[in-house]
């Protein structure tokens, strides 16, 4: 099968498929940075509408991680053992319930938005309204992010990461085109506000998963998506080796999710300008996140293939690269965000109270950017080695610990309290999931009796 991550130079396979993953991956941030520089425009109430909105669509991808991971190890699991059939049906057992799952979530949220919407108690009425709006298109119609993400990771799977970053490309511009129309109402189009963000963003979904579709029928090369049915019965069997991986990562995202929901009600509390520090903020940072989940995506990718091959030395060569890249690229960030925040929060915000605030967010997370790409990176390693479960208990333990420490922080010297509970648990977990890999490997190792290739 094409694709095959089990031969040839290590540093060369794995930066030949991470380098289009980390450009897809840049290709999202510049989605969401996009939205956020034109909403900024329309002040800070709106992004602060667009933030708490945010939180749901954020929780989404929380629970289509089940189908894309689980897809994604399974596969590439079984590209590594030359188990073509099996590649197959997990590839359909993956997308059939992906499928499922979007237009579930998007029921639920429709359904309930103002409940979910009332939780971050929003007491500004423009800043609520716009939440509601930008909820209940991007949720609403969240089955194409669903969909995008679980081919995303199948195409990964088989070594193939070109295809996504083209679509990922021809849905960025469409994204950018979109934008200034529908938000501002350029041209012929009508001034939308926040609920152009939201079709724009859903629209550029549609595309990127739309090029993906037509990229499994008009490639002649084998790929594991070719000959899915959606409609058949998911056999148990692939069901259940879809979930046994898939479900911890789910509730990993999603648990982490919530629990910044919970901060998000806590940093409320500071005004509209604090919430919208914590969206930008995010967003911002994903420049670093982004970049270290591309990485990870092509590393679990590479990890699963020749762990299913039974070739452990170049798994954990492949880890050792992947740490040294990941680190100088965090380093880089934790440089710009501590030395040059300022420049970087006046691109977003135009009120000088938001731009301090978001100043301070800078700063204090800057400290723990390289420690957050190292964590990331480890955790598509160990997921590769389809150890999700004990990547989630780690990430779900320390994450949690958050709380209670935004809780002591924030009383003693407020918001910048609630900044380094986030900053402060990310360096933790990137120094425990380093040395809880080593340890894993150091057992497998054991098992192997010693590291060598095996054919």
């Not at 498929?17 to 939205?35: E, H, K, N, R, V």
């Not at 029921?107 to 939440?131: C, M, N, S, W």
């Not at 779900?396 to 900053?423: E, K, N, Q, Y």
């Amino acid at each position: 099968m094409e694709g095959n991550l089990t031969k040839g130079p290590i540093l060369k396979t794995l930066t030949k498929l991470a380098l289009p993953i980390m450009a897809s991956s840049f290709l999202g941030t510049l989605y969401s940075i996009t939205d956020m520089a034109w909403i900024g425009l329309l002040g800070s109430k709106a992004v602060a509408g667009v933030g708490v909105g945010g939180m749901f669509t954020w929780l989404s991808q929380g629970l289509a991680a089940m189908s894309r991971m689980g897809g994604q190890v399974q596969v590439a699991q079984c590209v590594g053992r030359g188990d073509k059939e099996g590649a197959h049906k997990y590839a359909q057992a993956a997308v059939q319930l992906s499928l499922l799952m979007g237009i579930a979530y998007a029921i639920v949220t429709v359904a309930f938005t103002h409940p979910l919407v009332d939780f971050f108690q929003l007491a500004d009425p423009e800043a609520y309204k716009a939440a509601i709006n930008y909820t209940k298109v991007a949720c609403g119609l969240i089955v194409f992010s669903f969909l995008t993400l679980t081919l995303n990771g199948l195409y990964t799977a088989q070594g193939d990461s070109k295809t996504p970053f083209v679509a990922n490309l021809i849905g960025l511009v469409a994204n950018m085109v979109l934008d200034p129309l529908l938000i501002l109402g350029l041209g012929p189009c009508p001034k939308l506000g926040v609920l152009g963000a939201a079709i724009a963003t859903v629209t550029a979904q549609a595309i990127v998963m739309s090029i993906m579709v037509i990229g499994v029928i008009v490639q002649k090369k084998e790929n594991a998506l070719k000959g899915i049915h959606l409609f058949e019965k998911i056999p148990k069997m692939y069901l259940n080796g879809i979930c046994k991986i898939g479900i911890p990562t789910a509730i990993q995202g999603m648990a982490y999710c919530a629990i910044s929901m919970i901060l998000t009600r806590m940093v409320s509390g500071y005004g509209a300008e604090a919430i919208a520090t914590q969206r930008v903020g995010g967003q911002i940072e994903s420049v670093s996140w982004n970049t270290a989940d591309g990485f990870a995506a092509a590393l679990n990718a590479f990890v699963a293939q020749n762990y299913g091959a039974g070739k452990m030395d170049r798994v954990k060569k492949g880890y050792k690269v992947s740490l040294w890249t990941v680190g100088v690229w965090g380093l880089l960030i934790n440089f710009l965000f501590v030395f040059v925040p300022k420049p970087i929060a006046m691109v977003f915000f135009h009120e000088p109270k938001a731009i301090a605030t978001a100043v301070g967010y800078l700063i204090i997370i800057g400290f723990s950017e390289a420690f957050m790409c190292v964590e990331l990176t480890t955790i598509g390693a160990l997921s590769g080695l389809g150890k999700t479960r004990l990547c989630s208990i780690i990430s779900i333990i320390f994450t949690g610990a958050r709380i209670p420490l935004a809780l002591i922080f924030g009383t003693i010297i407020g918001l910048d309290g609630i900044w380094w509970a986030v900053s402060s648990t990310s360096i933790v977990k990137g120094i425990i999931f380093t040395c809880t890999f080593f340890v894993i490997i150091k057992k497998i190792g054991h098992n192997h009796g010693k590291w060598s290739e095996r054919t």
